[in-house]
T-cell receptor, first 115, second 111 residues
Framework: DVKVTQSSRYLVKRTGEKVFLECVQDMDHENMFWYRQDPGLGLRLIYFSYDVKMKEKGDIPEGYSVSREKKERFSLILESASTNQTSMYLC??????????????FGPGTRLTVL | GIQVEQSPPDLILQEGANSTLRCNFSDSVNNLQWFHQNPWGQLINLFYIPSGTKQNGRLSATTVATERYSLLYISSSQTTDSGVYFCAVVFSSGSARQLTFGSGTQLTVLP
């Protein structure tokens, strides 16, 4: 089975702190994604990565950066956390990018609270 | 604009009842997935179904790509089926190949 893990289920940080959210997948997937989920707004894509050291902005990249140094790991970084970044963060990965089959798999999520 | 619309937004059922959830999408798609989000927030993959019909136990799904909709059927519902059901697509015209999610159907199954 595909397994996507995230470093924390719950995280509480203070405004201005630098925050790292880690995601690891064990299926050699090339593509990885970070979403945030907020009530009434659904899931929105923050950043994604097609391969190691590659990254592209999603719909709401402001205030975030990412790092993909190894294929299995995709990190989301909040350079200076703010209260409006309190949210549920979901990581996902996907099979090598073919048009025949590209099912996406999600991690358990990290509930981040910024005080 | 490009959209994914789910209906109904909320559904309350008695245990044992059947239900149909609908997903309409505004353009042709390469990928369509149905997810169940459990109370802990985990998105569980139910179906990968860009076209055709699939069944998995009490759940089945049908996507009619030419008419731009997909249906998720839940039969003999159980309280553990409660949660939010999301439809998500990758539009053929999209450059990013990212999933676009619908707003979800909140299902509550009462004992």
């Amino acid at each position: 089975d595909v397994k996507v893990t995230q470093s924390s289920r719950y995280l509480v940080k203070r405004t201005g702190e630098k925050v790292f959210l880690e995601c690891v997948q064990d299926m050699d997937h090339e593509n990885m994604f970070w979403y945030r989920q907020d009530p009434g707004l659904g899931l929105r894509l923050i950043y994604f990565s097609y391969d190691v050291k590659m990254k592209e902005k999603g719909d709401i990249p402001e205030g975030y950066s990412v790092s993909r140094e190894k294929k299995e790991r995709f990190s989301l970084i909040l350079e200076s956390a703010s209260t409006n970044q309190t949210s549920m963060y979901l990581c996902a990965s996907r099979n090598p990018d073919t048009r025949l089959y590209n099912e996406q798999f999600f991690g358990p999520g990290t509930r981040l609270t910024v005080l | 604009g490009i959209q994914v619309e789910q209906s109904p937004p909320d559904l309350i059922l008695q245990e044992g009842a059947n239900s149909t959830l609908r997903c309409n999408f505004s353009d042709s798609v390469n990928n369509l997935q149905w997810f169940h989000q459990n109370p802990w927030g985990q998105l569980i993959n139910l179906f990968y179904i860009p076209s055709g019909t699939k069944q998995n136990g009490r759940l089945s799904a049908t996507t009619v790509a030419t008419e731009r909709y997909s249906l998720l059927y839940i039969s003999s519902s159980q309280t553990t089926d409660s949660g939010v059901y999301f439809c998500a697509v990758v539009f053929s015209s999209g450059s990013a190949r990212q999933l676009t999610f619908g707003s979800g159907t909140q299902l509550t199954v009462l004992p």
